[in-house]
């Protein structure tokens, strides 16, 4: 099974403190670009002035943020590999080679379910302050960005949490459900920083987060591989990236809509619920993996 897949390799708890120092250095690195950018559109940042919300305003500035963890996720892979002598697949699925079919299947539903509550607003609600900003290239250009290069942010943070700590945790504490309630809130604190955090504050914004790494967790464990994480992953940025945007915006890109005054509620934490469990009841009804997997259960070596 999925979680098993941890015993597989080299365990020794001081490898993964190396490895993870070495995907936070390689990130860095690859964040180097993105830093002299900033200095020159803001030369000030140099005296402690400047501002830093806007990192993702422009193409390029995206295409940089992104870049990072595109060198993440290959480092992430080469520990894997070279430090831990596991095979690339250990920390992604079960099954003998991956399944792209789910990923493609959590991609398209994930986005189904996405693109319906964007609508909702638009049914339900006042659109008053929501604004159409279509620029042709602009928006061809993100969308490619948003398509070469959201896959590689997406899979790192999945490879990372969903597999790697998440496979990690499960030596440790040896529930699955230990494991996805771990690296679930971990994977909310993570994205404590962002703008929408600060903007709506911790009891609004970071539950998002965490439900989110809660819900992946549990979809990659029931299903026995991350596939359906790595769809649902992958489609929430991207549609994130090129729908809509705002001031308060992790994202704030040449998207289709900006909404001029963003706001936050319970609902979007209820929505994020509804979504969830639909996503994995349709899930479920077509892989038939939710009995498969008791995530009650202790975790057997084997």
């Given amino acids: 099974m999925f979680l098993e897949k941890a015993y597989t390799g080299i365990n020794r708890w001081y490898f993964y403190i190396l490895s993870l120092l070495i995907v936070f250095v390689a990130t860095q690195i690859g964040s180097l670009p993105l830093a002299g950018y900033l200095l020159w559109r803001n030369p000030e940042l140099l005296q402690g002035g400047g501002n830093l919300s806007s990192v993702t305003d422009t193409n390029l500035g995206l295409a940089l943020t992104l870049l990072g963890f595109l060198v993440g996720f290959f480092a992430l892979l080469l520990c894997v590999k070279y430090i831990h002598h596991k095979n690339y697949l250990d920390i992604v699925t079960a099954r003998r080679q991956l399944d792209w079919g789910r990923i493609f299947f959590g991609a398209g539903l994930w986005g189904i379910l996405s693109l319906i509550t964007f609508a909702l607003p638009f049914?339900?609600?006042?659109?008053?302050?929501?604004?159409?900003?279509?620029?042709?290239?602009?928006?061809?250009?993100?969308?490619?960005?948003?398509?070469?290069?959201?896959?590689?942010?997406?899979?790192?943070?999945?490879?990372?949490?969903?597999?790697?700590?998440?496979?990690?945790?499960?030596?440790?504490?040896?529930?699955?459900?230990?494991?996805?309630?771990?690296?679930?809130?971990?994977?909310?604190?993570?994205?404590?920083?962002?703008?929408?955090?600060?903007?709506?504050?911790?009891?609004?914004?970071?539950?998002?987060?965490?439900?989110?790494?809660?819900?992946?967790?549990?979809?990659?464990?029931?299903?026995?591989?991350?596939?359906?994480?790595?769809?649902?992953?992958?489609?929430?940025?991207?549609?994130?990236?090129?729908?809509?945007?705002?001031?308060?915006?992790?994202?704030?890109?040449?998207?289709?809509?900006?909404?001029?005054?963003?706001?936050?509620?319970?609902?979007?934490?209820?929505?994020?619920?509804?979504?969830?469990?639909?996503?994995?009841?349709?899930?479920?009804?077509?892989?038939?993996?939710?009995?498969?997997?008791?995530?009650?259960?202790?975790i057997d070596k084997g």
């Fill in 123 to 298: 049914i339900f609600g006042d659109t008053s302050d929501i604004v159409f900003q279509f620029q042709p290239l602009n928006f061809v250009v993100l969308l490619l960005i948003s398509l070469m290069l959201f896959p590689f942010q997406t899979s790192f943070e999945e490879l990372l949490f969903r597999g790697y700590l998440m496979q990690g945790s499960a030596l440790v504490l040896r529930y699955r459900w230990a494991a996805i309630l771990l690296t679930g809130i971990l994977f909310g604190v993570l994205h404590g920083a962002n703008p929408e955090v600060k903007e709506f504050g911790v009891w609004l914004a970071l539950p998002q987060y965490i439900l989110m790494g809660l819900i992946l967790g549990l979809v990659a464990v029931k299903d026995d591989g991350m596939e359906l994480a790595l769809g649902l992953h992958g489609a929430n940025n991207i549609l994130a990236a090129v729908t809509f945007t705002s001031d308060a915006s992790t994202l704030q890109t040449h998207a289709l809509f900006k909404d001029l005054a963003p706001s936050a509620s319970y609902w979007d934490i209820i929505t994020i619920v509804v979504s969830g469990i639909l996503f994995i009841w349709i899930c479920n009804r077509k892989y038939h993996f939710w009995n498969k997997v008791n995530i009650w259960e202790k």
